[in-house]
């Protein structure tokens, strides 16, 4: 059974451009939860999504940045017209659909903006 | 709302010393108490968990215990080694998933 796949690992992007991150959770889980980690700092709840619906966006920034877990494939955080300031490491998490279970992490993608 | 505090960082330990890292939640209902650890350039693992009170999870020389009366899961280990050093982050569930701002522990030879 795979883990959290997340691609791509390392993602660089010109200031405008936009961002595609891709994340496929775990076989069976249908819950989706997507952080970002500034260097030397924790961790920044971003979105909680289910298939087909956000649940909590409330970490997420109103502008430029959203997230979807269609039907069918992976989860996808999209950032629109990156600035310098969203370089950061991305990290989807998914856990089943009981609550208190653990969730499993991907290892990340780091997007550099230059 | 539902949120974790845990100990400002960072700690660095000789080998064979004594951690305590201290973690208190905030939390509504029943949730379970996890503490993941996160290794230089990779995502987080899972170290240990408790899903009800006085329960313990351990692994790897790891312990925690639920305490409901004093809301906290503080991680513990007896003897540390080289191979500790890891940021280490406590959640609780809620809503979703709540995470401490992290501990980063530098154990020195």
């Known amino acids: 059974n795979a883990g959290v796949m997340q691609n791509p690992r390392h993602l660089v992007r010109r200031r405008g451009q936009e961002a595609r991150l891709r994340c496929s959770p775990m076989?069976?889980?249908?819950?989706v939860y997507w952080y970002r980690q500034l260097p030397e700092e924790g961790l920044k709840f971003m979105v909680y999504?289910?298939?087909?619906?956000?649940?909590?966006e409330s970490g997420m920034p109103k502008e430029r940045f959203s997230a979807e877990f269609p039907k069918e494939g992976p989860s996808i955080l999209r950032i629109q017209q990156v600035v310098r300031g969203d370089s950061a490491a991305y990290f989807c998490?998914?856990?089943?659909?009981?609550?208190?279970?653990?969730?499993?992490f991907g290892q990340g993608t780091r997007l550099t903006v230059v | 709302g539902d949120s974790v505090t845990q100990m400002e960082g960072p700690v660095t330990l000789s080998e064979e010393a004594f951690l305590t890292i201290n973690c208190t939640y905030t939390a509504t209902g029943y949730p379970s108490l996890f503490w993941y650890v996160q290794y230089p350039g990779e995502g987080l693992q899972l170290l240990l968990k408790?899903?009800?009170?006085?329960d313990k999870g351990s692994n790897k020389g790891f312990e925690a215990t639920y305490r409901k009366e004093t809301t906290s899961f503080h991680l513990e280990k007896g003897s540390v080694q080289v191979s500790d050093s890891a940021v280490y982050f406590c959640a609780t569930t809620g809503n979703q998933f709540y995470f401490g701002t992290g501990t980063s522990l530098t154990v020195i030879p």
């Open positions: 999504l289910q298939k087909e619906n956000i649940i909590d």
């Open positions: 998490a998914s856990s089943p659909s009981d609550m208190n279970t653990e969730a499993f």
């Open positions: 408790a899903t009800k009170a006085d």
């Open positions: 076989k069976g889980h249908s819950h």
